[in-house]
Every structure is written in structure tokens, then in C-alpha cells.
């Protein structure tokens, strides 16, 4: 697998995961939620499990390509406020846009 298809395939990931929280009623998309609807407080906290899923995702694609580069607190602040952009999508369509 190259660089670049590596790279892919954490951007996608990243977009898949960053709307799922949104876009389904189940908790991690695997488990049923025992109320009729998943609070913004657990949307949340599930979107920051998936940040770190995705994050491993690329850490073992990265350690697959080559030796992984140390990086600093600047790059997980970034790269937080990218997966938070990535979710705006899901966010407007489940608060904004949907019709109760």
C-alpha cells in the first residue's frame, strides 16, 4: 500500500467517523441506546472515541508505510479541529436541518 493510499484512507475514515455520531441512534454504531434518543453530552463523547479510533487508524497505517514521526500537541490540536469540521455535516442535519 502506498503513502498516498494510506492517506486516503484516513480522510475517509475520518469523514465516515466524524458523521456517525449524527447520523445513527446507536452507541458507537454498534449498541442499542436504552432512551429513545442519544443526548448531545453522549453524541459527543462518542465523537471524541471515534477521533481516537481514526487516530489509531492512521498511527497503524503510518507504522505500516514507515517509521512513525514524533509529533507535538500542535499537531493533535489541528487535527481535532479538522475531525470537528469534518462532523459540522452531521451536526446541522441532526439539529438544524431535521424536521422533529
Given at each position: 500500500?502506498?503513502?498516498?493510499?494510506?492517506?486516503?484512507?484516513?480522510?475517509?475514515?475520518?469523514?465516515?467517523?466524524a458523521?456517525?455520531?449524527?447520523?445513527?441512534?446507536?452507541?458507537?454504531a454498534?449498541?442499542?441506546?436504552?432512551?429513545?434518543?442519544?443526548s448531545?453530552?453522549?453524541?459527543?463523547l462518542e465523537l471524541?472515541l471515534?477521533?481516537?479510533?481514526?487516530?489509531?487508524l492512521?498511527?497503524?497505517?503510518e507504522?505500516?508505510?514507515?517509521?512513525?514521526?514524533?509529533?507535538?500537541?500542535?499537531?493533535?490540536?489541528?487535527?481535532?479541529?479538522?475531525?470537528?469540521?469534518?462532523?459540522?455535516?452531521g451536526?446541522?442535519?441532526?439539529?438544524?436541518?431535521?424536521r422533529?
Open positions: 500500500m502506498t503513502q498516498a493510499t494510506s492517506i486516503w484512507i484516513v480522510i475517509l475514515a475520518a469523514c465516515v467517523a458523521n456517525l455520531p449524527f447520523v445513527n441512534q446507536r452507541i458507537l454498534l449498541g442499542p441506546v436504552r432512551s429513545p434518543k442519544k448531545l453530552r453522549l453524541r459527543l471524541v471515534w477521533y481516537f479510533a481514526v487516530g489509531g492512521a498511527l497503524w497505517l507504522g505500516r508505510v514507515g517509521q512513525i514521526a514524533p509529533q507535538g500537541w500542535e499537531f493533535y490540536a489541528v487535527t481535532a479541529a479538522l475531525f470537528l469540521t469534518l462532523a459540522f455535516p451536526f446541522v442535519y441532526r439539529y438544524l436541518l431535521r422533529r
